[in-house]
């Protein structure tokens, strides 16, 4: 099985935080849209007919993008690939795109074109929040959106953002409270992270807005995962949290190594061996689709890392990493490597060896999950050859 991601490089304004690829202007969305089925069609064959299990709309902000409009690039995935037919078809939306319209109908409209979950960017129910990151919807649309979402889809996921400055334990306890009052089955939670070269990293250089706090992050995480376990989540990746049956699919795959293939300015692929990421230039993508032209790089990973790679997903997720899968992708010398790297870990009760069917299985542990990117760097594999 695959999946398809398709980046949308559309947003209505800029958060101060946000370091992704995207536009403010729309003004060449028809053009843009254009560049993406020529996309897909000049590059049908790179999942080699494997059914496609995930289609995921991501940006940018997608919801920018009318109904008919999402409509015609589902029909370009249909058109290229075969589809299977439990698909899970997700688009991202913010509270803005929702409200500031006939919600109930715009809903609507997203069922009937095959959309069966919506992945929403509330990041925060307070104005004062809101307001720090810029982003463009205020707390009431984040709960009304939730209110009307919540009455024409079931497979829900919101984003909440944790470790801003100013949010303390309660008011983020609040947040996290009013989010469960909807019966969302799914939460992703991330820390509020200051990326070179954005708004966010500007003002805290001139001292407007305090530099978030590490410990305050790792005390948010600690209160989120908790809550999250009493009512009924599993943590099955270092920022996700789904009720059973709502993991979401496409990112599941992403960290199990499954294929992919990213459509649209910025968006990477990945085949088992090769991984391509396409130009993150809206004018340049579309001008060199128009002649025909891929506008992308591509590399093939070496041994080492697509281990690393192994390790930086693995470590996220519930279900770790396998000795077994080590020892057979990359040879008894890595996994020979590996425990080595992760004694002090062990001992420290950051990572713990399990077992599950018959094989060995390493994993964070409660204490170590808030560490686990920094734990798998440590593992890095950088000079076995």
């Known amino acids: 099985m695959a999946g398809i991601y398709i980046h949308i490089p559309f947003c209505r304004q800029a958060c101060h935080y946000c370091d992704f690829h995207f536009s403010t202007s729309l003004k060449k969305k028809d053009e843009m849209i254009g560049a993406l089925l020529t996309e897909m069609e000049l590059r049908k064959d790179e999942l080699k007919q494997e059914p496609v299990r995930t289609i995921y709309f991501g940006g940018g902000t997608p919801s920018r993008l009318t109904p008919e409009e999402l409509s015609g690039l589902i029909r370009g995935v249909y058109n290229h690939h075969p589809v299977a037919e439990e698909i899970e078809l997700t688009i991202e939306v913010n509270p803005d795109d929702l409200v500031q319209t006939d919600t109930e109908a715009l809903l609507q409209q997203y069922r009937d074109i095959g959309i069966n979950r919506l992945s929403i960017g509330i990041q925060s129910f307070r104005e004062e ?161 128009n002649k025909g032209e891929l506008p992308l790089e591509r590399e093939i990973l070496s041994a080492k890392d697509r281990y690393n790679e192994y390790l930086m997903t693995g470590l996220r997720t519930i279900w770790g990493v396998s000795l077994e899968r080590v020892e057979k992708e990359f040879g008894p010398t890595y996994k020979a490597y590996l425990l080595e790297q992760a004694k002090e870990h062990l001992e420290r009760d950051l990572l713990i060896l399990e077992e599950n069917a018959g094989e060995q299985v390493l994993k964070t542990t ?14 890095f594999l950088l000079n076995l050859q």
């Not at 009307?148 to 303390?168: C, E, K, Q």
């Not at 334990?169 to 989010?179: S, V, Y």
Request: proline share 4%; hydrophobic share 35%.
């Open 366 to 379: 409660d204490k170590g999950k808030f560490l686990a990117d920094g734990l798998a760097s440590d593992l």
């Open 129 to 289: 929040d809101l307001k720090l990151m810029n982003r463009a919807h205020n707390s009431a649309e984040a709960l009304k959106c939730l209110e009307t979402a919540t009455r024409y889809f079931d497979n829900i996921s919101v984003d909440l953002i944790y470790g801003i400055p100013g949010l303390s334990d309660e008011a983020w306890k609040k947040n996290i409270e009013t989010a469960l009052s909807f019966g969302i089955p799914h939460i992703s939670s991330y820390a509020l992270t200051v990326e070179p070269k954005t708004a966010l990293k500007s003002f805290i250089e001139k001292g407007l807005i305090e530099e978030p706090g590490e410990e305050q992050a790792a005390r948010q995480f600690d209160i989120l995962t908790q809550r999250l376990k009493t009512a009924g989540f599993i943590h099955y990746e270092l920022s996700n949290f789904g009720k059973p049956g709502y993991f979401s699919k496409n990112n599941t795959a992403y960290w199990q190594g499954k294929k992919y293939l990213g459509i649209g300015p910025s968006a990477h692929s990945y085949d088992g061996t090769t991984r391509s990421w396409n130009i993150a230039n809206n004018p340049t993508y579309i001008r060199q689709l």
